[in-house]
């Protein structure tokens, strides 16, 4: 087996594009994913599952339709399944979503935005 540490500011450092997750690795049937993200997403939901954000570097929000959570580098939330949202940041945010293996980024909203799903760095 090889056993070797995950660096985050390496993976981060090989993509420039911004909504498209790059797995970094998996856990039981979740995976663990690198994402940038810069101005506005696409209202969205996720029917069967929660997801998480953590912030790694800058700030985001995330818009709910009767509300805001405001993230900043360190803070993290879990998005209860079944909620509309979408994500924001005024300048590119790091951040690192967990979800289960097979999630497509936008829900079941086709989009622009819609991210190749399960692409490893």
Known sequence: MNYQAINLN?????????WSPKVIGE???????LVKIQGD??????KDTDEVFFVIGGEMSILFRDG???LSEGEMF??????EYKTYAENE???????PRGV????ETCSELTAEDDVWI
Request: overall charge neutral.
């Open 78 to 83: 879990v998005i209860p399944k079944g909620v």
């Open 41 to 46: 997403f696409v209202w969205h939901i996720h």
């Open 27 to 33: 856990m039981n049937d979740y995976q663990l994913k």
């Open 104 to 107: 497509v980024n936008t829900g």
């Open 10 to 18: 390496e993976k981060f450092s090989k993509f420039n594009e911004h």
């Open 93 to 99: 945010c790091q951040a690192m979503i967990v979800e």
């Open 68 to 70: 805001e959570v405001k």
